[in-house]
Nanobody, 125 residues
Framework: QVQLVESGGGLVQPGGSLRLSCAAS????????VGWFRQAPGKEREFVTG????????YAADSVKGRFAVSRDYAKNTVYLQMNRLTPEDTAVYYC??????????????????WGQGTQVTVSS
C-alpha cells in the first residue's frame, strides 16, 4: 500500500505561483496514475490534472490548462503540481491520489485507491 504526503500549500496573492509536492512512500507509485484533485468549501471534489507515471501521459481540466503543470521525479518518487497565475477561484484543499486508470476514468476520483491528507491553497490579497 503506497502512502502519499502532500506539501507546499499556503497563502498566495492573485497572480502568484505555488508548487505542490506529492511524495510517495516507495517506488510502487510508478505503477499508477497520480492525480491532483481539489475541494473548495461547499463544493464537490474536482479533478485538476493527472499524470500516468509510465509513459508520462498528462490529463488536465480545462480550467487549469496553460496555468498548471504536472511532472514527476523518478529519483524522489514525487509528483509536482506547479500552479501559476493563481486566482481566488483556485482556493481549495488540494489532494494527490494514485490509482490504475484508463483515459476514460482518469478524471474520476473513484478510480484512485490511495489518497494524501491534503494541503490548503488560499489565493487572496
Amino acid at each position: 500500500q503506497v502512502q502519499l504526503v502532500e506539501s507546499g500549500g499556503g497563502l498566495v496573492q492573485p497572480g502568484g505561483s505555488l508548487r505542490l509536492s506529492c511524495a510517495a512512500s516507495d517506488s510502487t507509485i510508478r505503477d499508477y496514475t497520480v492525480g491532483w484533485f481539489r475541494q473548495a468549501p461547499g463544493k464537490e471534489r474536482e479533478f485538476v490534472t493527472g499524470i500516468r507515471w509510465s509513459g508520462g501521459n498528462i490529463y488536465a481540466a480545462d480550467s487549469v490548462k496553460g496555468r498548471f503543470a504536472v511532472s514527476r521525479d523518478y529519483a524522489k518518487n514525487t509528483v509536482y503540481l506547479q500552479m501559476n497565475r493563481l486566482t481566488p477561484e483556485d482556493t481549495a484543499v488540494y489532494y494527490c491520489a494514485a490509482g490504475r486508470t484508463i483515459a476514460s476514468t482518469v478524471r474520476s476520483s473513484g478510480a484512485y485507491y490511495y489518497w494524501g491528507q491534503g494541503t490548503q491553497v488560499t489565493v487572496s490579497s
